[in-house]
């Protein structure tokens, strides 16, 4: 898998509006961040200038939009600003905000995305970490319908439908195949709103700065006039003939399926809470915030059971560094020579494969009618690993070699049987100073991990 460098803000933008729900004159400003910081949330208004990580466990509200709290604060209708920062590939960005929501701009993505093509973005030393989806996950609500599957897939991409009992919104599709599309496909829907909705809405203290310039308003079902009326007053719009359905709106829809779009949007903001890009295709029935947000949390609570996903293993594709490579950087011959390729390696870390037959010299006694590999030749095994990660970095490589100086953290989680294939990932967890290397190494079965070490090893010149 190509490596691709996590990204943050050449420097601040601010922008300021209105509430959708407080009404309240709002200011927002996003500032680069360094990597591995994440997108966080600073409520500057409040004593002590909360910061709220932006992930799916802290979302604590799904009602017309997403709302991230912690340690007593919170901030609502930030899907828009999550779904341009994850679409625009910002990794890390601190966004601080003087109110208890962001502001609602023109209802859609758009000025964020401009405003972040304008300061422009800057890549950062550290790679990213995506999500990659392995398997077919699935949430559902049967009480609304909602459905979203997640599969796996080279890229993140989304098909969405969605159905609501209107004449002008019935059924609609929409999708998005790469991010790129983003700006001029998907940024530029509003969202929408029924008539029939805004006074209930209205009781329950939201949409209070809800108007023409930042939603669409849908006015569907015919209502006596005096009652249009008060609406029209309500949200501060012109009255309109009550006998005239359709978009109160003067601007014409962006798209033929606006709406549809729109759902696109807010999908990528709050799948953005994963807090990785994510490689997997979402098929959306009927999405909605509360719907994003389970499948979000199912990742998130995926992400922490396992620490380090399994690498990618493509037994068809060429290795990076193949057998006879190895034996030019490593001087173990064997019997004990336990890696057999390598597949991948960046500036942090590196993955090799040992594939066990019942041919290795350690069976016949470890065991005679139960062959299991020693778990200390697991751990050597991965110490190869680091040894080839460290002497490919150096020059005449073939002049040095690495020396144990201590192995701490060791877990032996599953036995490793003849057929099974071990792959190893291995990671440099500090620099290397004056020739010593801290690394940890995992050792996977499939999706299991089956054994861990953190070592150290001296790097010393020999020749």
Known sequence: ????????????????????????????????????????????DLEGATIIPALAENVTGTQRGTILSKGGAQVSTVEHAMAALYAMGIDNCLIEVDAPE??????????????INEVGTEEQDSYKDYYIVRRKMEVSDPATGAKLTLLPDDTF??????????????????????????????????????????????????????????????????????????LAKLIGVPPHNATELGYLNKKALVFPNEPARHKLLDVIGDMALVGKPIKGRIIATRPGHKINNLLARKLRKDIKLNEVQRPIYDVSKEPLLDINQIRELIPHRYPFLLVDKIIE???????????????????????????????????????????IFVL????????????????????????????????????????????????????????????????????????
């Open 1 to 44: 898998m190509s490596q691709v460098k996590q990204k943050t803000l050449k420097k601040n933008f601010t922008l300021n509006g209105i509430g959708l729900h407080t009404g309240k004159n709002i200011h927002v400003n996003f500032l680069p961040a360094p990597e591995n910081h994440g997108i966080k949330i600073k409520r500057i």
């Open 102 to 115: 962001f502001p609602i701009l023109d209802g859609s993505a758009c000025k964020y995305v401009d405003a």
């Open 345 to 387: 390696k960046t500036d942090k870390y590196i993955v090799g494969v040992k594939n066990i037959t019942v041919n290795e010299p350690f069976f016949p006694g470890h065991f005679p009618q139960e062959p299991v590999m020693p778990g200390v030749l697991q751990v050597e095994a991965m110490a190869q690993v680091g040894g």
């Open 392 to 463: 490919s970095g150096l020059e005449n490589p073939e002049s040095y070699s690495t020396y144990f100086l201590k192995i701490d953290e060791v877990k032996f989680r599953q036995k490793v049987v003849p057929g099974d294939t071990l792959i190893i990932r291995v990671e440099l967890t500090s620099e290397i100073r004056r020739g010593i290397a801290t690394m940890r190494g995992l050792a996977f079965i499939g999706e299991k991990v089956v054994s861990e070490a953190v070592f150290t090893a001296l790097v010393e010149k020999t020749k």
């Open 157 to 230: 991409s989304i098909n969405s439908f969605i159905e609501f009992e209107s004449q002008y919104i019935h059924n609609q599709s929409a999708s998005i195949e790469d991010m790129k599309d983003f700006e001029k496909e998907v940024a530029p829907a509003r969202t929408f709103v029924f008539v029939r909705e805004i006074e209930q809405l209205h009781k329950a203290g939201l949409i209070q700065g809800g108007n023409l310039e930042n939603a669409v308003v849908i006015y569907e079902r015919e209502m006596p006039q005096e009652s249009l009326d008060e």
